[in-house]
């Protein structure tokens, strides 16, 4: 493993969660401003509204990004092990293993958590102006719905790329391979909460050792 895999490896999924999450702001900005430009304009005038508008989006991408690499904290270790080829406690691969394995379950939540707080202060700052229920409905309805769009985006993005990208699909990408030395994917697969990871099955017939039995 050279240096530019080593970093490839590290951060595609936060950079793909980050791309998802762009694409529901652009949804927001694009659509939602569009249709309430003018109340949106004038909403900007009070002081809440508009340090909420300066502050929230930043604030919402540094607490996603932080925590993502709190969360990855086991699988960075583990790569960076694997780059320097030293010894790896089985203590580390097993929760770099648990890690890898419900991070899309994990970052999507937390995708959805800031999504949900920018329903709820946004709806907040219209009532609080009392800008009429129709658009404080329109805010909480319109960030939720994002939400969810981005969600989907992000959960079917960060499957495809633990399937397609983290697998180890040749025998060059052999660090995932030892991380699941015994049991591999395939068993993994018929666990209820790993299935929407394994829908394809490629991942499983890539990563499955030679001793399991079909």
């Given at each position: ?141 319109g960030n939720l719905t994002t939400g969810l ?14 399937q397609k990208r983290l697998a180890p699909l ?45």
């Open positions: 493993m050279d240096k530019i895999k080593l970093i490839y490896l590290k951060n595609q999924m936060l950079v793909a969660n980050s791309m998802a999450n762009f694409l529901g702001v652009l949804l927001v900005k694009t659509l939602m401003l569009r249709i309430q430009e003018a109340f949106a304009t004038e909403i900007l005038d009070y002081p809440a509204a508009h340090w909420a508008g300066v502050f929230f989006s930043p604030f919402a991408f540094f607490f996603v990004t932080v925590m993502t690499l709190v969360y990855e904290k086991p699988i960075r270790r583990y790569l960076n092990a694997q780059f320097r080829r030293t010894s790896i406690p089985q203590d580390l691969k097993l929760k770099a293993r648990q890690r890898l394995l419900n991070e899309p379950f994990v970052l999507i939540a937390l995708d959805f958590s800031m999504w949900l707080l920018a329903a709820i202060v946004w709806s907040a700052i219209h009532w609080a102006y009392d800008s009429g229920i129709q658009l404080v409905q329109d805010s909480l309805y769009i981005t969600v989907t985006v992000a959960f079917f993005l960060l499957e495809h790329l633990l040749n025998k060059k990408s052999v660090w995932l391979s030892e991380m699941f030395p015994d049991m591999g994917f395939r068993r993994l697969c018929s666990w209820p909460p790993f299935v929407p990871l394994c829908g394809s099955g490629h991942l499983c017939r890539a990563a499955r050792p030679k001793s399991f039995p079909m």
